[in-house]
Structures are given as C-alpha cells and as structure tokens.
DNA sequence: AAATCTTTTGCAACGCGTTTCAGAAACATC
DNA sequence: GATGTTTCTGAAACGCGTTGCAAAAGATTT
C-alpha cells in the first residue's frame, strides 16, 4: 500500500501480461476485448486497487464527466445564506448528477462570477454548468449561452433567454396562493416580493389574475423587498404598518422566511393570524410544517427539479436545444 | 470564438513568439521570464481568452487542488434532508475553499461510500477529503488514515481516532445549555439525542457535568432519538408525555429541529413553553431565531469552521498531523 | 491446405501542460 | 577583448490514458 508512486495502467498490463490498451480497453468494457482477457485484466486491476488517473482521462477524451454548479451562499459578510430551498435543491442536483456517474463541482459565484465560469469551462473544469439561481445576471448567462457554453438555469425563462431555464410553474403558483386566499374570504391582499426577479413578478402575476377573474372586488398591495433575510422582512412588515392606514387580511409572500417574518411583525402588531388574516409562502422549507401558524406554502418537487435540470443539461451537452420546462408546483394547505 | 479547436499553450506561444515553456512560467508568474515577455504573454493569452487545461496540468503536477467534499443529504426514499446547519457549513467550507483557490468537488456518501471515497482518492479526483457528518463511520476513517488518506472530518474526536476533527466544543455546549436550564430554576432536565454518536454523547455529559456540580438535587432523563426528521421528534416526544409521570422542566435537544418539534409536542399537550419548561436547541438554525417562541440554542461558527476544517486539511497534504480543533460554541439566549 | 473473414491484441501517436537541463544572451569583471 | 556570471529561453522528455491502424490469432469456407 505504501508505494510512493502511484500504480498506473502500465502496472496492470505488466501485471495481466497484455499491452496498455488492452488494459484501457478492457477497464471500459470494450467489446474488443475478449471476456476472458477482460475478467483477468478487472481481477488485477481490483486486487491492485487500481483507479484510472482521471486527469489523464479527461485530458485524452473530450468530456470531462463533471458539472458545475453554481450556488450563491451569500458572502461572509452579509452573513445570511441562501434560502434553505437552495440546499434541498442542491441535494436533488447532486443526487441526479450522481446517478448519472457526474461529478459535480460546486461554486461559490464572486464578485465576478462572469470570469470564473468562464475560466473553469475553458479549462475544462466541467462540460457544462447548472445555475441554482440566476438573479439579476440574466443578460450575463444570455452572452454565455450565445458562445455555446452549455448552461441550464434555474429560475424563470425571459422571453428573450436563448438558454434553458427550468423552475417552478411561478405563474401557477401565484395563481394557487391566490386562490387559496380568496376561497378564504380575502379581499385586500399583499404580495410580498422583489418583482424585479422574474419569478417573483410572475407569482405576483399569477395572483393578481386570479384576482381579476373574480366576481368581487380585490385589493391587491406590494411590498417591494429587495434583502432576503428575515430581519429585513420583518423590519418592512413593520414599517409597512406603520405607514398603512388599514391592514390586508390576505399576503402571499415570495418565500417561506419572509412570510414568516410578516407573521411574527403582524402578531407583534396585535394582529391575529390566521383568524384575521391568511398568508401563503412559497417553498415549503423544512420549518414551515412546523413554525406557528403552521405555514401553508407553494411546494415545489426539488427532487424533480434536480432531475429535469441534470437530463436538461445532459441534451444542451448532446447540442441539442431543449425546451425550458417548468416543475411540479402546488399548494401545501396548513390551516388548522 | 467558434474555432472548433479549443486553445492550446502552443498556440499562445506561437502568437507571443516564444516557446511553449516560456508560457508556462510565464502564465504561472516563474522569476525566470523577463517581466516584459511575461507582460507580452499574458497579454496575448488575456486577448485569446485562454485557459490552462486544468486536466493537462493536474496530470503532470501532482496536485490537484481539489477536494473532495462529503455531505450526507440523505436519501430521496428518506426524504428529508441534513440537518440545515449543514447547508452553513458547506457554505463555510466552500467560502474556505475558495479563498485558497480549491475546488470543491461535492460528494453524496451513497451506500458503499467507502469504494467511492477511495475511487475519488485513488483516481485523483481530489487531494483530500472533508468529511462533514462521520456518523458511525469512524472505523472506516480510521482505516482510511491509516492509508494516508488525507482527511478532516467535522464532528467530535474519539480517543482513537487517528485523523483530524474539527467540531463544536460538544462538552461546553452541553455545560452552556445545563448552566443555563439550572440557572432558569430548572430541576428535572432531559437530555434529547443518540448518545451513541460522539457528538451527542459529549454535549449529554456537558449537561451531567454541570448537574452534578451543582449543589441542588438533578435529575435527568434523557430520550434517544434515532431519527433526524421533525416528525420522528415529535412522534417521540409524544410518546415520551404519555409514558411519563411528570415532565421535565428544561429539555435540551440534540438539534434546533428536535427542540422544535419537542417544545410543539410539548405545548400541544397542554405544557407552557417557556414558563413551565425552558428549552434549549443546538446549531441556532435560519428558523431559531424566529420561532415562536424564539428558540434559545448554542451556536457553532460556521465559517470559522470552515476555515478551521481547510487549514487542517491542507495541513495534512503538507504531510503534517495537525491536532483536532475546537470550534467556538456559545450561548444564544432568546429567553422573552 | 489455402484463402478469406473475424475477432483480439499491440504499436505508436496523441492530448496538453510542466520540468529538467543545456544553451544562448546579456551583463559584469579584469 | 577575453573570461566569468547571471539571467533568460528552448528542446526534449514526461505524466498517463485513449485511439487509429496494422498485425496476429482464430474461425470459417472452399
């Protein structure tokens, strides 16, 4: 075990007594290969816990069987991380990727992430690059997708992205949360959200259309909240009172953490929930099962969500040109 | 841009009138290239958009500087995810990892993780491995260090343990969280957690610790909780209720998700939460801060962690035994 | 047994940087 | 101007698999 040198493939040929690649062939169940040569060659090849150098491998073949990931954690500084749905998400990409023998590379985006992405697909790090997120750097990835760097992208699709984006149905779940909060009785709603992130305009859209398919009156506000840290939520939901001479008795919040956050601001305030008002969050993080109220949510399959984006990948590799897809989207009801 | 030959170091050398080796040093800052020919290089490969084929080069250096990180999602079937302090120290890591110019190469232990460690290691897809999580696998990082396998591992160092661990002061937690419930008055505790991992055992005899100092009469229960899911904590905090005579007055959970779902179990029976028990989690969680109510909880810091866990690492590549290290561990007190 | 076709195997080249070592160029010393 | 140093550059080899192509071995046909 304790050779200082590395056993290669040229040990194992010796060892099975036949060439290189032979060895090679036979490793990768090559059809050239005789079966018995093949078991003997495995046989050695296990007994000397031989690994084929990847890099070699990956040097001499085109594809490097490894995929980037892009997940913005948040910085050090601003001290608050993604929101928990990024790791499950993460979970069911590394799980697909994983059933398809990928490596997954996992990157944190700086400051300037356009540089970085780029380095590591022209070095070779990863044939192709899954965005968990992609903000505001909608016009960044559109220049990538346009030199053939193969991306898929979690979000919502512009309609001028030239790359594939996969996401939940946000539309439809504006449309769920809206409904939801109507068969409640609700009339003066709130909606919760950055629109400046076309996810979160569509689920305001959603909303807003079922509104204005219905019979009665509906009031809709917005909150524009541009921090996603519950502190920031509540501090808005406070301030949002403050100014507001009446308080809706309906909110959809963008996620789960900012819904949260208007509970807590809106109980704080002496406002009963859910007996005065209702409020929908989007995710289904792990705490909202249990946070008080139990949240009612916007769920979204992560799992799926991981697969659709790995396959999605796997075609933009094969050149193809998928469709943008949207996920399973519905509406988790808590009420007690 | 649409060469459909990528670009290669010869290439470069061609343009910049030098010879390919003239590049390497150059692109790798080498004292040996005049600063004008370095200029004249770097320019040139800046212009062509040229990168370093990573693979070309970790198959001639010996290092990769790459590292392999493990992190148990836990299963599809399962369902239910890390606990997401984990999600903070990937972030942590990663974070870490970056600032040295690492890559982080993300692994899902599957059934047999030992076989795929090895591969990773083996085939050098990474230098070393953090693993995040040792579980009961202790034996099998045993036996991987002993193979000069370079590994940290995140979680509470065994008396045997012949690798280094990074973790949370496991034993003063327990001792904060003790101090605490003892000085809320609190007389009858119980300890929620499987002491049969390392981490939790430590922070059980923190709490003993602390009771057995401390001049009133303590008794401690202590519940073994098998499972990580909220809804398993729950089952067993009910099930626990309906067993007992009396409750305690002070619990302190393993995690913040079982203090959750403990302290729900505990108010759906009828239990005031804090008045009648005081409560105390581990990890402070996204979501502790804002539970209601506001979960008291020791904290861990994530990044420190991180950084602690790649230093040690790269420690152990210098061909170093660093000792295992200590996280800072405090308590964060949300009584109302 | 010779001729023909298949199935297996091996040689040599290749992919793309890095490193060793020798040689050229530039500069200093006498 | 000859000699010795120091600084810089390049030729060639190397790291380790994979692949094109030719050759060997074996099977089949005549």
Redesign the pocket.
């Known amino acids: 075990m304790s050779e200082n040198?590395?056993?290669?493939?040229?040990?194992?040929?010796r060892l099975a007594?036949?060439?290189?690649?032979?060895?090679?062939?036979?490793?990768?169940d090559?059809?050239?290969?005789?079966?018995?040569?093949?078991n003997r060659v495995l046989a050695i090849a296990n007994k000397h816990g031989?690994?084929?150098?990847r890099?070699?491998?990956k040097?001499?073949?085109?594809r490097t069987n490894t995929i980037a990931v892009s997940l913005d954690f948040g910085s050090h500084q601003q001290g608050h991380i993604a929101d928990p749905f990024m790791f499950e998400l993460l979970s069911g990409v590394s799980e697909a990727l994983g059933n398809l023998n990928q490596d997954l590379l996992l990157c944190a985006p700086t400051h300037n992430d356009t540089e970085a992405f780029r380095k590591i697909f022209w070095?070779?790090g990863a044939d192709g690059l899954i965005v968990l997120g992609q903000g505001h750097r909608e016009d960044m990835l559109n220049e990538f997708a346009a030199t053939a760097f193969p991306l898929v992208v979690w979000g919502a699709s512009a309609p001028n992205a030239n790359y594939c984006v996969v996401g939940s149905d946000n539309f439809l779940g504006g449309q769920l949360a809206g409904r939801y909060l109507l068969r409640k009785q609700r009339r003066h709603l709130l909606y919760v959200g950055d629109t400046s992130f076309r996810e979160l305009k569509l689920r305001f859209d959603g909303l807003v259309n079922v509104a204005h398919e219905y019979p009665h009156d509906i009031e809709i506000d917005r909150v524009e909240l541009h921090n996603f840290s519950y502190d920031a939520a509540y501090e808005t939901a406070k301030r949002y009172l403050d100014a507001a001479k009446n308080h809706p008795d309906g909110i959809f919040a963008f996620n789960d953490t900012a819904a949260m956050a208007f509970i807590s601001a809106f109980r704080d305030a002496g406002i009963r929930i859910p007996e005065d008002v209702s409020v929908v969050g989007y995710n289904d993080i792990p705490t909202a099962a249990y946070f008080t109220p139990n949240l009612t949510t916007i769920r979204q399959d992560c799992y799926q969500a991981g697969r659709v984006l790995v396959s999605k990948l796997m075609r933009v590799l094969d050149g193809d040109k998928p469709k943008s897809a949207l996920i399973k989207t519905e509406l988790i009801c808590r009420e007690t």
């Not at 040198?5 to 040929?13: F, P, S």
């Not at 036949?18 to 036979?26: G, I, L, M, N, Q």
């Not at 090559?30 to 093949?38: D, H, I, R, W, Y």
């Not at 031989?50 to 150098?53: D, E, I, P, R, S």
């Open positions: 040198r590395a056993i290669t493939m040229d040990d194992i040929a007594k036949v060439s290189k690649p032979t060895v090679s062939r036979a490793l990768n090559s059809p050239l290969v005789k079966q018995a040569t093949k031989y690994a084929v150098n890099h070699a491998q040097l001499r073949r085109k070095s070779r």
